[in-house]
């Protein structure tokens, strides 16, 4: 089975900061996509950035970034130019071959003013 | 139209209650699921629906029911329901099930149930 562990309960950061979310996980398929979704309080979950497995170079979109480091089963998140609206619940997930997206425990993420 | 819709926003109900949760896509999705999420927690799948037929029961209990009319509409039944049952219940659609890893999930609003 697979699991998705995110370490870091909660994190905080400075407007217009970098922040780095931590996620790992362990599975034994080769090929499945990796997931960062964004809940802000009382929102929608909304998808951030995926990532294949097969692919080696990280995805990005806009001010988020992905370090995918597939031999250490690691995933962060890298958003870059924090803004008050990335405040929000921060979920990694996994989705292999069986189809379920599974969840880590989630980062509450706090931009300060 | 990107939105997956849910009604109503908030429910609060008895034990002895029956009340449905309604979700709704015009996106052209096959798959459905029902979530459940906890207060700071993240969402747990309950059921999912593929092309208008039930291809994954989480062991779910018997008093929540789903049901899925048609490829747009999504319901979930429920019938004497427990106050640990209260949690903000969550509807989502992607394109498809089949060798589709990489389809985006889109979630709704969600529904907030209490449990008296």
Redesign the interface.
């Known amino acids: 089975a697979q699991t998705v562990t995110q370490s870091q309960p909660e994190m905080s950061v400075q407007e217009a900061e970098t922040v780095t979310l931590s996620c790992t996980y362990d599975t034994s398929e080769n090929?499945?996509?990796l997931?960062w979704?964004k809940q802000p309080p009382s929102?929608?979950?909304?998808?951030v950035i995926?990532q294949?497995a097969y692919k080696q170079q990280n995805a990005t979109e806009n001010r988020f970034s992905v370090n995918f480091q597939k031999a250490a089963k690691s995933f962060s998140l890298k958003i870059s130019d924090s803004q008050l609206g990335d405040t929000a619940?921060y979920?990694c997930a996994f989705?292999?071959?069986g189809?379920?997206?599974v969840?880590?425990?989630?980062t509450?993420l706090r931009v300060k003013s | 139209d990107t939105e997956v819709t849910q009604t109503p926003k908030h429910l609060v109900m008895g034990m002895t209650n029956k009340k449905s949760l309604k979700c709704e896509q015009h996106m052209g999705h096959r798959a459905m699921y029902w979530y459940k999420q906890k207060a700071k927690k993240p969402p747990e799948l309950m059921f999912v629906y593929s092309y208008e037929k039930l291809s994954i029961n989480e062991s779910v209990p018997s008093r929540f029911s789903p049901e899925c009319p048609n490829s747009s509409l999504l319901n979930l039944h429920l019938h004497a329901l427990q106050p640990e049952d209260s949690a903000l219940y969550l509807c989502a659609s992607s394109l498809g099930l089949a060798g589709a890893m990489y389809n985006e999930q889109f979630f709704g609003p969600g529904t907030r149930l209490t449990v008296l």
């Open positions: 090929n499945y996509y997931f979704y929102r929608q979950m909304i998808l995926r294949e619940m979920f989705r292999g071959p189809n379920k997206l969840f880590g425990a989630g509450i």
